[in-house]
């Protein structure tokens, strides 16, 4: 029986989404309904679509029996409130990163998939890339020796998107793309707590940082180093340093489709997409919609490869850096 899917908001990355559940198979994954603030944008993206309901509020999509799990993809200042509706609606949630904007919005987002006995997880795609996977199996298999130290970058211009920039949007580089670092590092440590963390950061005109680095250090002295940019392009790469060797993947770490393990390169293509998308790889999102299905299929409540430790984890340092920064938002002042 397929997964059946509800799709809130009718933005970017539901549209691509939606894009790459069309990769997948209908046997095993369709799209039930779609929900906007508006109900135009809905009907326009259903047609687009070919989905077979549209609502013009998210409270009409939390009533529909027909949907198993529902895809959040409004921006994060929302994902509190959006989450929390469709859970105490017995929804299962898959919810776009990051999960929450602090890390008492994300406990609370966790208590209600534990008081619901439903099924959440932050839509860290990243993590369930064939490349990611093979990471893992690598690290796993020993294959460049005890790790030391992990360099992680992203960064993009940025500075025209206010959804990425502007505070009362959630934007800033260390809340927007941060979490693209720091899930490879804590994939990499097992989620393994930090010892230490050292953050500065470039500050933009809307008090959000522009770009902010960030140094920790774990156990036995080793150490990650993470910078993330909304305002330069970076090289965008990760490589993870051993003591027999080094994994790299030299570019587009937040969709990896290629890894260079001690020299050797290996190569992951992607589906092609049925329409054009509003990012490159956005056909990557495929596999995490699979984990949802697999995870569902098994009746776990969270994701093995994306565990709610993990997204507590990365949003206590992402609040450390920002307070060490400081970065503030409003849902910080919130008692």
Same mark, same amino acid.
């Given at each position: 029986?397929?997964?059946?899917?509800?799709?809130?908001?009718?933005?970017?990355?539901?549209?691509?989404?939606?894009?790459?559940?069309? =990769?997948? =198979?209908? #046997?095993?994954?369709?799209?039930?309904?779609?929900?906007?603030?508006?109900?135009?944008?809905?009907?326009?993206?259903?047609?687009?679509?070919?989905?077979?309901?549209?609502? *013009?509020?998210?409270?009409?999509?939390?009533?529909?029996?027909?949907?198993?799990?529902?895809?959040? *993809?409004?921006?994060?200042?929302?994902?509190?409130?959006?989450?929390?509706?469709?859970?105490?609606?017995?929804?299962?949630?898959?919810?776009?990163?990051?999960?929450?904007?602090?890390?008492?919005? $994300?406990? #609370?987002?966790?208590?209600? &998939?534990?008081?619901?006995?439903?099924?959440?997880?932050?839509? $860290?795609?990243?993590?369930?890339?064939?490349?990611?996977?093979?990471?893992?199996?690598? /690290?796993?298999?020993?294959?460049?020796?005890?790790?030391?130290?992990?360099?992680?970058?992203?960064?993009?211009?940025?500075?025209?998107?206010?959804?990425?920039?502007?505070?009362?949007?959630?934007?800033?580089? $260390?809340?927007? /793309?941060?979490?693209?670092?720091?899930?490879?590092?804590?994939?990499?440590?097992?989620?393994?707590?930090?010892?230490?963390?050292?953050? =500065?950061?470039?500050?933009?005109?809307?008090?959000?940082?522009?770009?902010?680095?960030?140094?920790? !250090?774990?156990?036995?002295?080793?150490?990650?180093?993470?910078?993330?940019?909304? =305002?330069?392009?970076?090289?965008?790469?990760?490589?993870?340093? *051993?003591?027999?060797?080094?994994?790299?993947?030299?570019?587009?770490?937040?969709?990896?489709?290629?890894?260079?393990?001690?020299? !050797?390169?290996?190569?992951?293509?992607?589906?092609?997409? *049925?329409?054009?998308?509003?990012?490159?790889?956005?056909?990557?999102?495929?596999? #995490?919609?699979? #984990?949802?299905?697999?995870?569902?299929?098994?009746? /776990?409540?969270?994701?093995?490869?994306?565990?709610?430790?993990?997204?507590? /984890?990365? &949003?206590?340092?992402?609040?450390?850096?920002?307070?060490?920064?400081?970065?503030?938002?409003?849902?910080?002042?919130?008692?």
């Amino acid at each position: 029986m397929a997964t059946r899917w509800g799709i809130c908001s009718a933005g970017k990355i539901c549209h691509d989404f939606s894009v790459a559940l069309g =990769t997948l =198979t209908p #046997e095993d994954h369709q799209i039930v309904a779609v929900a906007a603030r508006d109900l135009q944008h809905a009907e326009a993206f259903a047609k687009k679509h070919n989905i077979p309901r549209a609502y *013009g509020s998210y409270n009409e999509l939390a009533k529909d029996p027909d949907i198993d799990v529902v895809y959040v *993809g409004t921006i994060h200042p929302h994902h509190l409130s959006t989450g929390k509706l469709f859970m105490q609606s017995k929804k299962n949630v898959l919810i776009e990163k990051p999960l929450a904007m602090n890390s008492r919005e $994300v406990q #609370e987002l966790i208590t209600a &998939a534990r008081d619901n006995s439903v099924f959440l997880m932050e839509a $860290v795609w990243t993590r369930f890339f064939p490349a990611s996977l093979e990471v893992r199996r690598l /690290l796993h298999q020993g294959e460049v020796g005890d790790v030391q130290m992990v360099r992680a970058e992203m960064g993009l211009q940025f500075s025209h998107v206010p959804r990425l920039t502007e505070r009362r949007l959630g934007g800033g580089a $260390v809340l927007s /793309l941060g979490i693209y670092c720091l899930q490879f590092i804590f994939m990499v440590f097992n989620g393994e707590r930090p010892e230490s963390i050292q953050a =500065t950061g470039q500050f933009m005109d809307t008090g959000v940082d522009g770009t902010t680095v960030l140094v920790l !250090k774990f156990a036995g002295n080793r150490l990650a180093i993470c910078t993330f940019s909304i =305002t330069m392009t970076l090289t965008s790469d990760v490589v993870i340093t *051993g003591t027999k060797g080094t994994i790299k993947i030299p570019h587009h770490m937040w969709s990896p489709t290629t890894l260079e393990v001690n020299g !050797k390169e290996m190569q992951f293509p992607l589906p092609e997409p *049925g329409m054009p998308l509003n990012h490159k790889y956005s056909t990557g999102l495929r596999y #995490e919609a699979e #984990e949802v299905r697999r995870c569902l299929l098994e009746g /776990l409540k969270e994701s093995p490869g994306m565990p709610w430790s993990h997204s507590s /984890l990365i &949003a206590e340092v992402v609040g450390e850096a920002r307070r060490q920064m400081g970065v503030t938002y409003d849902q910080d002042n919130i008692q």
